[in-house]
């Protein structure tokens, strides 16, 4: 019994420790935003890392949602007679919903992994504990860019994938089973009203934030790991943690922000 | 080819590191015991010590990147423990560390990793960065390595990268960490006389953590030895060979004295390799 609550003190402390340490980090990480001087270049490098390269796979799921989307719509809604419906259906599910988690789901598999990675094996070979001895920061160095790139790209991708995917339903409704093409779309422009997009661009903007925060605070503190955070499977371990949080708390913040903004 | 060693026991200026009374531990075990030591402008001192006896903990302690739970680590007068963050980054950029696996950011070049100093410090133009690294690379022999990756050098040539990286911005004090750790003879005696020609040059303290025994003593004004969590003493190189004190005859038997402790040992030895 000592043991069991002995265990539930640990690892209460040790949550706690590592809460408290990634809270102070975003803090220094927000401070490096603000703090001159600023430099345009690593954020664009960080912003073609982040953004960019993660177009080709923002297309291509946010097309085979909006397809999936407007399958299962169409199968729903003819059911009631109201094919109609179709676009506000597509429109309102990408826009609030599927646009902005999705969206931040592969950009947390395709850059937050990369991240997370990257900063572990700095941390592992010195090169973070270099650039303190440098006396530069390495929230405003390394962190400051990734923090800016991400709160710039994931509304961005977020948009790119709600068009393509409305496209792509636009495509299985009326391309595959002949819905009225004005009703399509003037069912979602009569039905998507601004907060709906005011909703989707909130939680992309968090999103991003979530995602970098996660990522880059779990490689920078790689060496606190429990689970032994040193060498090649250290950082493949905590880059999974790293994943694995940042989705779960993307699904968390996506019902928090839905049921204050709702 | 120049010649390595010099007059040691140098006096020096005024102290510009002191560790008074420093105690750090990790869980259970204490690495540093009330450590004490003083380290002035101007000198080269040599830390040795066995594995694990912690050396490079107390390296730690003089860059800031650990807080003792006890004492104060005082650099330019400052306690390191209790400094804020920008009055540390003020010490640190007086500081110059090449480090054990040298820590290069391996996805710039040579030439962005020895310029990155001076491009994040400096308000210097591209211009000038260039003359100053070029400077650098070929101070250190190597001239024309700046447009390759770390991966692409050899770990002699990484090392004498990291040092030009170390001393680009002319720092006060210059830390090594284990410098010469897997390095060839030849290799080693080449970061030897750099650290030699440059130290000469740019006139910094030096901070060598070193096992490298007795060669690192051509270049120490000054060596104290770490063992069981002390500093048990603080020698010139001549009187720490000489030394009475069995914590250091027993480090200097165990690194200078023969492989075997007796003639039948070493014959054992032999003959066993032989059966």
């Known amino acids: 019994m000592m043991k069991y609550l002995e265990k539930i003190g640990d690892d209460f402390f040790y949550y706690l420790d590592q809460a408290g340490r990634m809270g102070i980090f975003l803090f220094h990480c927000l401070l490096g935003i603000l703090k001159p001087p600023y430099k345009l270049g690593p954020t664009i490098r960080q912003i073609h890392f982040i953004g960019a390269r993660s177009l080709f796979v923002i297309l291509f799921t946010g097309a085979f949602t909006g397809m999936v989307l407007a399958l299962q719509g169409y199968y729903a809604l003819r059911k009631v007679g109201s094919e109609g419906f179709l676009g506000s259906a597509v429109g309102l599910s990408l826009i609030r919903e599927l646009g902005p988690v999705l969206t931040a789901l592969m950009v947390v598999g395709r850059a937050g992994s990369a991240i997370c990675a990257e900063i572990g094996i700095m941390r592992n070979s010195e090169q973070i504990d270099a650039l303190e001895c440098m006396a530069i920061d390495p929230h405003k160095y390394l962190m400051a860019p990734k923090f800016i790139a991400g709160i710039i790209s994931l509304p961005l991708l977020t948009f790119v994938f709600d068009v393509i995917g409305i496209f792509g339903g636009y495509l299985v409704g009326v391309g595959m089973f002949g819905v009225n093409e004005g009703a399509y779309f003037q069912g979602m422009y009569s039905s998507v009203e601004w907060r709906d997009i005011h909703m989707g661009i909130v939680k992309s903007l968090v999103f991003g934030l979530l995602i970098i925060w996660i990522a880059a605070s779990k490689g920078y503190f790689l060496h606190f790991e429990r689970s032994g955070g040193f060498g090649a499977e250290g950082v493949s371990r905590t880059t999974t943690n790293a994943v694995v949080l940042s989705s779960v708390t993307i699904l968390v913040w996506n019902y928090l922000i839905t049921a204050i903004l709702l | ?275």
């Open chain 2, 1 to 275: 080819m120049e010649e390595i060693g010099k007059e040691t026991g140098k006096e020096g200026g005024k102290p510009i590191i002191e560790l008074i009374d420093v105690v750090k531990s990790f869980k259970q075990q204490k690495v540093l015991d009330r450590v004490s030591l003083t380290i002035r402008e101007g000198t080269t001192m040599v830390i040795v010590g066995g594995s694990g006896q912690g050396k490079s903990v107390l390296l730690k302690h003089m860059l800031g990147l650990l807080k003792p739970d006890q004492g104060k680590v005082l650099v330019f007068g400052r306690d390191l423990a209790r400094v804020s963050k920008g009055e540390l980054k003020d010490v640190r950029k007086e500081y110059g560390v090449l480090f054990q696996n040298v820590a290069l950011f391996d996805s710039m070049t040579v030439f962005d990793n020895v310029a990155l100093p001076l491009r994040e410090r400096t308000k210097l133009g591209e211009n000038e960065i260039r003359a100053q690294v070029e400077e650098k690379l070929s101070m250190m022999d190597l001239e024309g390595t700046g447009e390759k990756y770390p991966a692409q050098l050899s770990g002699g040539m990484k090392k004498r990268v990291g040092l030009a990286r170390a001393l680009i911005l002319n720092p006060r004090i210059v830390f090594f960490d284990e410098p010469t750790t897997g390095l060839d003879v030849s290799r080693s005696n080449e970061i030897y006389r750099l650290f030699y020609k440059t130290q000469t040059r740019l006139k910094y303290t030096a901070v060598i953590v070193s096992h490298d025994v007795p060669k690192i003593f051509k270049l120490a004004d000054y060596v104290a030895l770490v063992a069981d969590g002390k500093i048990q003493e603080c020698l010139t190189p001549e009187d720490f060979q000489l030394s009475e004190n069995p914590a250091i005859k027993s480090f200097v038997k165990e690194t200078m004295g023969p492989i075997y402790s007796s003639e039948e040992e070493e014959m054992g030895f032999y003959e066993a390799d032989q059966r």
